[in-house]
């Protein structure tokens, strides 16, 4: 694609490398067939290729009607990342959009009830304790609350000891992330995940001042405080880095972002050394568990696997939770569009409810369509996300090989 962005962009180091990621795209549109949006609205600007265009315009010019409506096609994008896992010529259309959605924040304004929205998911949801009391008030008064939010308090609440499971020896230690959102949605996650390690000689540890890991802040363009986040959870967890052999994400949205601190902290001069080692260190809970005894612990036989954008277009990890699974002893049915997104995305289901209601209940169709026992799948937003709209339980897969009761 031929490119003409200003010279004073050029000279950046995020201006050099949108250049070179449009200049890889050969508008070739093999991206559409895989993107959800456009499946749905079968509009181009809907799609990756399109979004690439309304980014080349929106960094060659300062055309604010022009950003205006590249606002709303950009904001349309799950971030899912399926185009890439498609696109023959190996374009990073994620790092792209980071680089979109900056700029857009700086050239475009919101309404009053979309920035309202924006305003309270950043200083909401990365924050634990600010979390668990609205999620508190919120049940009380939920009939009085927008659907989009409404639908995404967790059921329940819980406040876990989160000490490791008594056992060992141990002959390896790891680091256990919590993260913000999943040590309060979905606390039984981790609780299944330390069980599990300690079951096979694996000592968890976890840090009190763990933060959120950036995602969040980074997804909706706010780069600033997506890097400040990044960097508060590198000072609280750098201690503890040399006595661990990994880092250990189980929610694999937190997980793409975790392994990507590297490239986003890499002009830093402060923080680039250690980010790099963070990263290096990241892996998804199914990259350890790969290598442990694993057996059927709970009554359900046929299985629904629903794999997270973040986990198989994010990660590039397709493949290892279907054959732990399935050497633990479960049936995995088959799931058709297995590739597409949830509608999940993070915030995406609060900011754009319409459209992750139908991809919702697309996905729902696929995942239910050999009768399965339970739906599984790897990330605490498409977990709580799916189970909103189905009697089905909803776990994550980690939580079959432990006990029900545990």
Partial sequence: MQTRLPETLLATPEGKRADDILRSCVHCGFCNATCPTYQVLGDELDGPRGRIYLIKELLETDDRQQAKIAQTHLDRCLTCRACETTCPSGVQYGELLEIGRSVLKSRTTRGWRDALS???????????????????????????????????????????????????????????????????????????????????????????????????????????????????????LQPILDEVEYVVSTASGCGVTLKDYGRLLAHDPKYSALAAEFAGKTIDIAELVGGFNVARKQNFQRIAWHAPCTLQHGQKLTGPVEQILERAGYELVAVNDGHLCCGSAGTYSVLQPDLADQLRTNKLANLTACDPDVIVTANVGCQTHLQAETDLPVLHWAQLLVSADA
């Fill in 118 to 236: 924006r305003r309270w998911l950043t200083r909401v949801l990365p924050y634990p304790q600010k979390f668990a009391r609205w999620a508190a008030a919120g049940r009380l008064v939920k009939w009085l609350l927008p659907r989009q939010i409404a639908g995404q308090l967790p059921r329940k609440v819980e406040h876990r000891d989160r000490t490791p499971v008594a056992g060992g020896p141990y002959t390896r230690k790891i680091l256990l992330l919590q993260g913000c959102v999943q040590r309060l949605a979905t606390p039984a996650v981790n609780a299944a995940v330390a069980q599990l390690c300690n079951a096979n000689e694996v000592e968890t540890m976890t840090v009190d001042g763990e933060g959120c890991c950036g995602g969040l802040h980074l997804h909706l363009g706010e780069d600033v405080e997506a890097l400040d986040a990044m960097r508060r959870n590198l000072d609280a």
